[in-house]
């Protein structure tokens, strides 16, 4: 559709609560950004034959419901062919044996063109709309990944990874100089600007030290000053798991998180993944940055040894969305980070240990509900990464998924009339990529079944 358009029916997100927008008119600007969103409109309303004639109108039916894309705030895109592999292994283990092999085949960009444009169409049909990405340490293929997003259409941040630590980085895959990683980064930076048919900024550039453990600390403060000079996001692993925690108050004498904010790499922004092991300071430092978390479920489960508190951190006010973590979290499904994202609060408020008295056995208040884990996975998403995505807002981008329910190969079941906050529960707790029937990017149609 060519100017305005429209979308007409029920929709449904969550600023702080669930807000159910029924009967809603959604005036969607040809720049792709929603223009008006006004609910209880009549069926009857003459504005809707207007946009009907005109061939301009989207109407979402009985069994149908409009939600906000899903952001994803930390992919590994080379890791996809080995999601769900190896994940009995500890994190330094998985890296050095089965990761950083795979990760040094994308010298080859054919076989990286193969993966991530497979990746990319994957992420978008389960309903991703945005996707922070971990690259590699070789640029062509990078770059190729920018490429592939902005051609299919999906609003992602790629980065460069930079790993040139000689103690962490195996010799057949690790940068050769803090400079030559530095120069590189500046170079995607520049070519991701400069793609034709980016004017609008869908793809970003994004400035990526590994973690700490593989980066020196020329490597971590040249990337912290490149990020200064060039506005540029940030993203880096920051106190993962008991070995990576340790690692780095070892070397550094201070927590992830103040190692990161020394080289200037905290910064509004920012998104730090998992981030298990922080400290109260650390959080109060984060917020002070304006940095944020990406909380990864399931791959906490396997490599983290800890639960995230995600409550308590969200009380010390940091920002905070979901991981997928592929392949550390073994599902492209960003409806399963949130289901794990519950699952898992439920175990850290329950406790585990059932020798224990319940009194005694976890932590009370931990919990979150549904709505909570689909506000992470939508606005928390935006919020991380300061951009208008996640809300049906004017001035927030049409990044939209139609879910249709009740289909014979979909899990979503719901009942005729079904109440909001049951709605989004059923959401979080079934959906999946079989229940997407469009998928919609800065208002392009990128998705349908
Ligand atoms: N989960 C996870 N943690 C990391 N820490 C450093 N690299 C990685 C990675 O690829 N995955």
Redesign the pocket.
Known sequence: MTGDWAVYGRAIHAPDRVEDLRETLMIVGSDGVIASVETGVSPRDPRLAALRDGDALIEIAGDEVLIPGLVDLHV?AP?FPQLGMALDMP?QDW?QHY?FPLESRYADLGFAEAVYTDLVDTLLAHGTTTALY?ATIHLPATQRLAEICLGKGQRAFVGRVGMDHPEQCPDFYRDVSAEVAIAETRALIAHIRALPGNDAALVRPIITP??VP?CTDALLDGLGALAAETGCAVQT?CS?SDW?HAHVQDRCGCSDTVALDRAGLLRRGSVLA?ANFISDADAGLIRERGAAVAHCPL?NIY?AGAVFPLRRMQALGLHIGLGS?IA?GPSASLFEAARQAVAVSRLLESGTDARKPPAERGQPGARIDAPTAFRLATAGGGEALDLPIGLFRPGYAFDALLLRANLPDGNLRVAANEAADRLMEKIVMTAGRGDIAHVWVGGRLVKSR
């Open positions: 590994h890791q994190l890296l990761t971990f590994r973690f593989a692993h993962e990576e998992h791959s490599f973590d550390g």
